[in-house]
């Protein structure tokens, strides 16, 4: 392992290639002027890594939570990320690793980090729906977000450990990947934690899968505020302690449950719903792409809201509020008061729903 940004292990490979610096800056600059679309990220990326002159690098956020937003992290706390995440999953030097996500973001921007810092032996393939589909060898590591987990169930004993990230993985995709000899984790961060600093394991599944919790990696505490927002402390990572939106319940420094988000919380006559934990009951009802949201009542402050993203039918609405109707495990105040077809819904620039934007595009 190394513990210099700029160094290249001496173990590092793409595609089967070793690469020392040199050559890497050479890869890069093809990337750029005569790779595919999805090459040209990842050699920028790379140019900027190996730049002596920058001691960071620029990264955008996806915007899911909030307006897209630019960061500068230092390349060492990079390497430091990349150092905790090797140590967790035990993937040091040699792992076979698939890069699959797009270099634009955090997710795929780290992979290549901990290639080039802990001596990855990393494939490359375009970031698509189904990655797996043309792949026949196998892989130590991978990082997928739901959307591609879900389209490769197929192929997925392809990987021997896989991270989930990027969004939230439903109920319905946890029962999926029971049976698989993959080790799969769903995985918690952002890009202002430098990619995922917490991690849970969902297969296999027992009684006390849904109550396995968050467990920080090396290096990383967590606690909650008065509002029981998350605390993270990463002093390798992070310059100071970043308080979240994400309401938690803490159960150790290093271990902790994930609610939901403090900015999509509904207040219906002074009960708390946490949308995300309403929408984990409702995933095993509803196929299509969803998503709970408060709005005004006069009486009630706010109500419960089902916005669910399919043609306007009169019968697949009736048979979906039947179905709520029916499930046992609401109660009064979760029961959406209305349920509203959507056509389509407003997306983040990763093809994440923009809860936000939907709801004003609607208002308007």
Known sequence: MIDHPLEV???FKINGQHFNRTELYSIAYSYVKEGEPFEEPIGNFLLDWLNDDYDSIKVRTSGSTGDPKTYFIDKQKMVNSALATGKFFKANENTTALLCLPADYIGGRMMLVRAITLGWDLD???PKSNPLDALFKTYDFCAMTPFQVDNSLGRLHLIKKLIIGGGAVSENLIGLIQGIPTKVFEVYGMTETISHIAARKLNPKTDNTEKRPFKALPGISVSQNENNCLVIKAPKILDHELVTNDIVDVLTYKKFFWKGRLDNVINSG?????????????QKLITHRFFIAGLPHDSL?????????????????????????????LDKYEKPKHIYLIDKFEETGSGKINRKKTLAKLMS
């Open 9 to 11: 292990h001496p173990l």
């Open 124 to 126: 490359i393939v375009e």
């Open 270 to 282: 002074g009960i708390k719903i946490f949308p995300e934990t309403l929408e984990k009951k409702l």
């Open 301 to 329: 402050g706010e109500q419960v809201v089902l916005f669910i993203e399919a043609p306007q039918s009169d019968k697949f609405l009736s048979d979906i509020r039947e179905a709520v109707d029916k499930l046992g495990s």
